[in-house]
């Protein structure tokens, strides 16, 4: 549909949130982040009921959406059972329903152009985010001096989500861009500084994946491979260069790396806090049939479990760690959704998003080796590796924790899925008419039959009266046609009593 305010109301759904920012507590800042999820309310919702709508079913659409309606509108079961404070509920459900508002703008039949603006306003929201959390950041944590404190504050919530879009150019599409070379090396630079190991694991998984996704074959997996690892090396020596320009932070990387080795037990401590968070969450999901099928709903206290208070000897005491009453989404997503949701509403979106990742990237590199030139194949691989970011952020954090992270990630796969569905109706349906015959529907069949006039029986020439041309003639040649057929003899013959072959 034409509407001269789509563009508008693309950049205002996907602009306003990547200025979202994390409050310095808990009871600041919530005029200011209501005032930037209302325009993304307002536009996502009006962009639904403009987008065109797909005429065939589709069995991946189909269970995509299920799965997302089981899971955020579902949540509201669990809710009404567990009797949660209402405004927890609220806060943490949030990013999950911009997540599910996302996929609902995003999963639809859109022209390029409009999905062009899309890809646009996605990149660039991602970069503001980027630029705008290091600055505030650096602002709010007392600048580079204190990188201890200011590390938690200057990552990107959608950082592995750019990155991705960005290794698509570099590894799959082959564009190189100064300007894109230095965002990339932008965001290693903040996965240095934020001496995170999480975020770098991730890079590498999103390069593996980018590289397998471009190879349809060993040979071709190989070369992919020497070229994106000469490329990382690249931009990981420029990055290390840089980080090791900075004492502070080179210091720090080394106390992550010996973080085990120094304390009492010889345990990693942020490891040992992430089990006890996952422990204490497994232990109330489990506590009952009804938590277990249910889940204990979002916004629910959770603790750390007492069972790992003695391999934190010497870096927490019993008091603090007793003090610790979360109600704030996990750190772990896969198992913070069985513990809000339980196996009927948790386990959803976890699967949609496996399984949407598994389905299509198999059906990318099988489209990238027939056509490769198919005009919505790019989109498929950016939306593709956008959504690989997801479970690639989930090592070190739940992704679905901030508002803007849960909406990129649900724009993502709105279009991974629309645009597999759009693939699959143009490069499959092709496929299959070049190897089955052609069979009209039954009502051009029927059409075809009631203008095609009624066979009328074959008419034959009339034939004559037998024997009239010889019996005028008085002769007739013998069957044999040795001799001609004398009829008064014959009839002199039969009077004698004779045979008429004498």
């Known amino acids: 549909m034409r509407n001269k305010y789509a563009t508008l109301w693309i950049w205002m759904c996907l602009c306003p949130l990547a200025l979202d920012y994390k409050a310095p507590d808990a009871d600041s800042g919530h005029a200011a982040q209501i005032l930037l999820v209302a325009p993304t309310f307002a536009a996502a919702l009006a962009l639904i009921f403009i987008a065109p709508r797909f005429r065939e079913a589709s ?73 705008f959390t290091f600055v505030f950041g650096i602002a709010t944590g007392g600048g580079m001096g204190g990188i201890a404190d200011v590390r938690f504050r200057i990552v990107s919530v959608t950082l592995l989500g750019l990155q991705g879009v960005l290794l698509h150019e570099f590894v799959l599409a082959r564009r190189f861009s100064p300007f894109m070379l230095a965002v990339f090396l932008g965001t290693v630079l903040v996965e240095l500084l934020s001496v995170t190991r999480s975020l770098l694991v991730g890079t590498v998984l999103l ?4 590289a397998w996704m471009s190879a349809p074959s060993l040979r071709y997996l190989l070369r992919s491979a020497i070229r994106t690892f000469i490329v990382s090396i690249v931009l990981g020596a420029m990055g290390a260069l840089a980080v090791l320009s900075m004492p502070s ?21 942020t490891t040992i806090t992430r089990l006890a968070e996952i422990k204490d969450q497994f232990d109330q999901v489990t506590s009952s049939t009804q938590s277990l099928l ?34 704030a989404a996990g750190h772990n997503f896969w198992i913070y959704q069985l513990f809000a949701g339980g196996l009927l509403f ?12 598994a389905h299509c990237t198999l059906a990318y590199r099988r489209w990238r080796a027939k056509s490769p030139g198919a005009p919505l194949l790019p989109v498929f691989g ?22 803007f992270s849960g909406l990129v990630f649900g724009v993502a796969l709105g279009l991974t899925v629309a645009t597999y569905c759009r693939l699959h109706r143009q490069l499959d349906a092709k496929a299959r008419l070049r190897v089955e015959p052609v069979t009209p529907p039954p009502s051009a069949r029927a059409t075809a039959v009631a203008q095609k006039p009624p066979t009328q029986p074959p008419v034959q020439p009339p034939r004559p009266a037998p024997f009239a041309s010889a019996a005028a003639r008085g002769s007739l040649k013998d069957a044999t046609g040795s001799e001609p057929h004398d009829a008064d003899r014959t009839r002199d013959l039969r009077q004698r009593g004779m045979p008429a072959s004498a």
């Open 59 to 131: 069995p991946l659409r189909r269970f995509v959406t299920l799965c997302l309606v089981l899971s955020v509108p579902g949540s509201l079961i669990a809710q009404f059972v567990q009797d949660n404070d209402f405004g927890n509920y609220l806060r943490v459900v949030l990013p999950f329903l911009l997540f599910l508002l996302g996929y609902a703008m995003a999963c639809h039949p859109w022209a390029e152009n409009r999905i062009g603006q899309m890809e646009k306003a996605l990149f660039w929201a991602n970069l503001i985010c980027l630029v």
């Open 207 to 210: 390069f593996m994946m980018a």
């Open 249 to 269: 932070v080179s210091e720090h990387w080394m106390q992550r790396f010996t973080a085990a080795s120094n304390t009492q037990t010889g345990k990693d401590p």
């Open 294 to 327: 249910l889940g204990e709903g979002y916004g629910h206290y959770y603790r750390y479990s007492p069972q790992y208070l003695p391999d934190l000897a010497g870096q927490i005491s019993e008091k603090d760690f007793y003090a610790i009453r979360e109600w």
């Open 346 to 357: 948790g386990l959803a979106l976890p699967l949609a998003v496996l399984v949407t990742l």
């Open 382 to 403: 950016r939306s593709l590796l956008l959504l690989a970011a997801l479970p690639a952020q989930s090592i070190g954090g739940n992704p679905l924790g901030p508002r």
